[in-house]
């Protein structure tokens, strides 16, 4: 079974930068797409940016031009670089894959937290 594992959280002042990590646990599938979620206390979990295999990049509109998605060459591992953070930016980000057979996966959650 492939598990995800997610680091990097934590707690940031507003204007500060975080970034996430998340990684496979086994090279076991081809992931076409890896995205990043987040869940804020009381809140439905939303998506927060997406790639693709090929390349294709997706945002929510309250991250663009604040967070960044990556992949790894082995396209392995995603990673969200976030910065200029905002208190509304405190939840539970959560990183999921979708492998070419349409498997999904979800790593177990990174707490973030952005206050003063």
């Known amino acids: 079974q492939v598990q995800f594992v997610e680091s990097g959280g934590g707690l940031v002042q507003p204007g500060g930068s975080l970034r996430l990590s998340c990684a496979a646990s086994?090279?076991?599938?081809?992931?076409?797409?890896m995205s990043w979620y987040r869940q804020a206390p009381g809140k439905q979990r939303e998506l927060v940016a997406t790639?693709?295999?090929?390349?294709?990049?997706e945002y929510a509109d309250s991250v663009k031009d604040r967070f960044t998605i990556s992949r790894d060459n082995a396209q392995t591992a995603v990673y969200l670089q976030m910065n200029h953070l905002k208190p509304e930016d405190t939840a539970v980000y959560y990183c999921?894959?979708?492998?070419?057979?349409?498997?999904?996966?979800w790593g177990q959650g990174t707490q973030v937290i952005v206050s003063s």
């Open positions: 999921h894959a979708q492998n070419t057979l349409g498997g999904l996966y």
């Open positions: 086994r090279n076991s599938y081809i992931w076409s797409v």
């Open positions: 790639i693709t295999s090929r390349g294709y990049l």
